[in-house]
């Protein structure tokens, strides 16, 4: 399975974005797809997950009502609608994807297999 995400960009603080991922190759009929993110000198942290088909969706306490994951099962992309963004929403940010788990085990890096290039989110003030 390859990754590519997408959308990434300079954007003032109460701005929004729209990041992009497109999965490719032998995909599943089933799984999570998800978004992390990055910032310089800090570890990288579950921001978003959906999972498929059922659409289910998780999102991380510091990104909930702001930032919205969605997915296309027919084009097997997922994106993220960031609203209200901050300077600390500053990052890469990378897709990922991996097999079916419960709701409570996505945030959980191990448990995706796949990862993009990462995309770079820049939030100025």
């Known amino acids: 399975v390859q990754l590519q995400a997408s959308g990434g960009g300079l954007v003032q603080v109460g701005g929004s974005l729209r990041i992009s991922c497109a999965a490719s190759?032998?995909?599943?009929?089933?799984?999570?797809m998800a978004w992390f993110r990055q910032a310089p000198g800090k570890e990288r942290e579950f921001v978003a997950a959906i999972r498929w088909p059922s659409r289910a969706t998780y999102h991380s306490d510091s990104v909930k009502g702001r930032f919205t994951i969605s997915r296309d099962n027919a084009k097997n992309t997922i994106a993220l609608q960031m609203d209200s963004l901050k300077p600390e929403d500053s990052a890469v940010y990378y897709c990922?994807?991996?097999?079916?788990?419960?709701?409570?085990?996505?945030?959980?890096?191990?448990?995706?297999?796949?990862w993009g290039q990462g995309t770079l989110v820049t939030v100025s003030s």
């Open positions: 190759g032998r995909t599943s009929s089933r799984g999570n």
């Open positions: 990922a994807a991996g097999g079916y788990t419960i709701v409570s085990e996505m945030p959980r890096m191990a448990n995706y297999e796949y």
